[in-house]
């Protein structure tokens, strides 16, 4: 997206990476920190840690899950929901002892959900269930003990559900550590994998990706990310060069280009720190990365990327544990979710823009915001013609004079199509722990 804004005779592109003028002249901005001003962080009353995994249906509404009992003052049992004002118990929760790791959607708002648990009252699954709005229900018998956990879960457009972790058996169907259900029962992909799987992503041809502590997929060496398209398995670069160390999470934008987060210091032979991206040939890295670990993505559709973890900086910004990667540099959430014992292990973005995040995160300073368990990001209003200009003048490396020629073609595009501003938002297919 390119915001035009009449400035002082300049008609300035606000956009990711640079500014523009109406000559197209770039003012490059690569290695600075250009904020929206108008941002801010909020609590959101959730009053816990212990989160784990984020999501939102197709009318915007917020699910958490995790380890945590409780969702402000309401008894929520590892599940909640957000309406916008207040926290709900969904069903009850999760009611025998154990966690939530993996949240996701189907195209009909069916919840799935997924983790390390007894079965619900009234289901047989083990460690994965689904919420229909009303009630719980089985998906068979779920994995076959409670030494199994279910880390991550994926859905592609025909609805068939994806669900990967640590585990050999599901719903009687030898699978290891992947398998998918079809909405009848549950079927292995290939012979699966060997080591823990963490992250699942698809993309648009319904290439599944999956990756963690993986050695082997298919019986083939892939080195802790592979790809299924199908029928068989593959590894991610040539010489199955994936990362040096282990993957926790995945995400796929519109263009089909893959971020791969974790905690390694090398992709495919390229120096990365804990996160890199794959284009479909090459591995490259996200300018000079974080300063250690990456749990997980979210996406805007703005070509945002933004990342939570467990980090002190992101290209060298300080930015605790939360960041956003627009292409070109790294950008701080002001200072982030300040502390070192908090953890940012979930991120969402909802229908108009604002970036929820969750995790570890008890009494944490977010912007001069005292949060915990869960905070957003408000977006903000563009920045008003005077905040460009007060940005532009603190960036020293503005190297192009923009022209007070451009006045002229300014009135003509603010009178042929003004100035907004639109979000957009589409359902994430993946969820990683």
């Known amino acids: 997206m390119m915001l035009w804004i009449l400035a002082a005779g300049w008609l300035l592109g606000w956009g990711n990476g640079g500014i523009v003028s109406a000559e197209n002249h770039l003012i490059p901005t690569t290695g600075h920190s250009f904020q929206d001003p108008n941002s801010t962080w909020s609590d959101l009353g959730f009053n816990s840690d212990g989160v784990v995994t984020m999501a939102h249906n197709s009318s915007g509404s917020l699910f958490v899950g995790g380890d945590f009992e409780s969702a402000g003052d309401v008894t929520t049992n590892d599940l909640a929901h957000w309406d916008g004002v207040n926290w709900h118990a969904v069903g009850g929760g999760i009611e025998a002892v154990g966690n939530v790791n993996a949240l996701v959607f189907d195209s009909n708002d069916n919840l799935y959900v997924a983790g390390q648990f007894a079965p619900q009252s009234g289901t047989t699954s083990r460690s994965i269930v689904m919420w229909d709005g009303t ?12 030494q199994n956990v279910i880390h991550a879960l994926a859905i592609d457009d025909a609805d068939n559900l994806y669900a990967a972790g640590v585990f050999q058996t599901i719903g009687g169907v030898a699978a290891s550590n992947i398998a998918m259900w079809n909405g009848n029962g549950w079927s292995a992909l290939g012979s699966g994998t060997f080591g823990a799987i963490f992250a699942l992503a698809l993309d648009s041809d319904s290439n599944l990706y999956a990756a963690g502590n993986i050695a082997t997929a298919g019986g083939t060496s892939v080195n802790r990310i592979a790809k299924w398209d199908g029928a068989n398995w593959s590894p991610v670069g040539e010489d199955s060069n994936g990362t040096d160390g282990p993957i926790r999470a995945l995400a796929i934008d519109s263009s089909d280009v893959l971020y791969v987060g974790g ?8 120096a ?16 000079s990365g974080v300063s250690f670990a990456v749990e997980e993505f979210g996406l805007d559709m703005n070509a945002n990327v933004y990342v939570g973890g467990n980090f002190a900086t992101a290209g060298g910004t300080t930015s605790h544990n939360v960041a956003r990667w627009d292409g070109n540099s790294w950008h701080g959430l002001a200072s982030g979710i300040g502390g070192q014992n908090n953890d940012v292990s979930a991120l969402t973005l909802d229908i108009d823009g604002n970036l929820y995040v969750g995790g570890d995160i008890q009494g944490a300073t977010a912007g001069g915001t005292t949060v915990t368990g869960v905070a957003r990001w408000n977006s903000g209003s563009p920045p008003t013609a005077v905040q460009m200009q007060q940005q532009i003048a603190t960036t020293p490396n503005v190297t192009t004079i923009l022209s007070i020629h451009s006045l002229a073609f300014a009135m003509l595009m603010a009178i042929s199509i003004g100035v907004h501003r639109q979000w957009k938002w589409s359902k994430c297919q993946y969820t990683s722990a």
């Open 135 to 146: 009630i719980w229900q089985s998906l068979s018998t779920g994995v076959d003990t409670s």
């Open 272 to 287: 990365v720190n804990s996160v890199a991206q794959w284009g479909g040939t090459d591995w490259s890295a996200l300018g």
């Open 263 to 270: 905690a390694f210091s090398n992709a495919g032979g390229v």
